[in-house]
């Protein structure tokens, strides 16, 4: 008899997908006959290793019999006239469920793979020179890391009362060259700093913009900042 070890399925669905790719079966066509019966087949091994576990594989066994009784019954007719599917419910229910988990499993290979880096510290003594690797250019900055910080500026702006379509009074040339000069005084600043003379949201964006395409051209990049969404751009010697 075919056996399946109790730890590698977190529920009832889980099963079912293992039985639909193992026999390369449609899930849009279940064959509800031969999966009842290899669940069956499962479930009454569970009851013996762990009978409260077995719960939720007990409801899916009475669902999935349930599915059958109404197969052999004459098809049911909705409201427009087409044949109700007794199947359609617990297919929508694998496919979500398929959805999570192969989401799932890429998130941890992600993380798998993320543990594998050790950022160092003390950038201030690195060369300065251009460069067009943005992972030299984003030290330990991440595009969630960005998203935050460019949030948060929104944020911090007032609300406007009315909403009037009007032409942009700022260029993305003069935000650069914006960027540029703070940099002069000081080679490195705050982002949330930099946006504290924005007059309006348009001029953030703006800015924003700016920022993405020097750090793109290798002028400027990114680093990490001690506070909390923010982050610190400095300039980058071309020479």
Known sequence: MYRIRLHEFEGPLDLLLFFLKRDELDIYDIPISKIT?????????????????????????????????????????????????????????????KRYKEMSEEMSFMESNMRKFNYRGNYEEDAKQASNDYEVLLKNITIYDL????????????????????????????????????????????????????RDKIRIVVTFIAMLEMVKAGTIGLRESINLNDFIIYGISNG
Request: net charge negative; proline share 4%.
């Open 147 to 198: 998203i935050k910080a460019f949030k948060k500026a929104l944020l911090d702006r007032p609300a406007e009362p009315v909403h009037q379509i009007k032409k942009w009074n700022v260029s993305i040339d003069e935000q650069m060259n914006y960027i540029n000069s703070k940099l002069k005084d000081s080679n490195n600043v705050s982002f949330l700093e930099l946006m504290i003379e924005m």
């Open 37 to 97: 019966k290899e669940f069956m087949d499962y479930l009454h091994l569970l009851e013996q290793l762990d009978l409260e576990v077995a719960g939720d594989f007990i409801l899916m066994a009475a669902t999935l019999m349930q599915i059958k009784v109404k197969m052999l019954l004459p098809k049911e007719i909705d409201e427009k006239g087409e044949e109700i599917d007794p199947r359609a419910d617990l297919v929508r229910a694998l496919i979500e469920y």
